[in-house]
């Protein structure tokens, strides 16, 4: 079975310009997550999503972050504009409803904004 | 509320020996616990877990925790380090009210040749 798929996996980008990082889930889990990972801060939870309905945005940083769950297989993580210190690894992750809490990562999105 | 200690943000051990990484949680419930590894540019993946069943769980690659109640603890070990698992290593509680993976730092381990 596929894993969660992030993309892009590398991204470059200038301080403001807008970022899209994407996430597949696993097929048929209904919870999906957004972390962000740096040296400074470890693993922040951002957002989490229950059956498409964001459940819980208190670790988004500030109003330049918005995340969106259209469908059941598709999330965003969109930075407008960007800023240097946004640089870091961005992972999803999923689960389905009623397990012990087992998360399920993708491979993250590295980004750098220069 | 739930909380995890990880003691030790690096550990360095000689190939070979003994790994002991160590998690302390807070919980006023019996808790579920996880120990995630995280190797160099990837993501995070589970290597064993506790649900209440056996305290001593073994997980991949040779690892594996005792859960002890009277110490609150659920440390991770291994009898024989190896380079290859020179990585990241978290620690996670689950949290009851809602389910949610409450983090430790993390310990990243380094294996001398």
């Known amino acids: 079975d596929a894993g969660v798929i992030q993309s892009p996996r590398h991204e470059v980008t200038e301080m403001g310009q807008e970022v899209t990082l994407r996430c597949k889930p696993i097929s048929g889990h209904d919870y999906l997550f957004w972390y962000r990972q740096t040296m400074m801060r470890g693993l922040e939870l951002l957002i989490y999503f229950n059956n498409n309905v964001p459940i819980d945005d208190s670790g988004m940083p500030e109003d330049r972050f918005s995340a969106k769950m259209p469908n059941a297989s598709f999330s965003t993580l969109k930075i407008q504009p960007s800023e240097p210190r946004d640089s870091a690894v961005y992972f999803c992750?999923?689960?389905?409803?009623?397990?012990?809490?087992?998360?399920?990562f993708g491979e993250g999105s590295r980004l750098t904004v220069l | 509320a739930q909380s995890v200690t990880q003691l030790g943000s690096h550990v360095s051990v000689s190939e070979g020996a003994l790994v002991l990484l160590r998690c302390n949680y807070s919980?006023?419930?019996?808790?579920?616990l996880f120990w995630y590894v995280q190797y160099p540019n990837q993501g995070l993946q589970l290597l064993l877990k506790?649900?209440?069943?056996a305290t001593l769980v073994k997980g991949i690659n040779g690892f594996e925790a005792e859960f002890k109640k009277s110490e609150t603890s659920f440390h991770l070990t291994k009898p024989s380090a190896h380079m290859s698992d020179a990585a990241e290593y978290f620690c996670a509680v689950r949290e009851d009210s809602n389910y949610q993976l409450i983090w430790g730092a993390g310990t990243k381990l380094i294996i001398k040749p």
């Open positions: 506790y649900t209440s069943a």
């Open positions: 919980s006023s419930v019996p808790p579920y």
């Open positions: 992750a999923s689960r389905p409803t009623g397990a012990t809490g087992e998360l399920f």
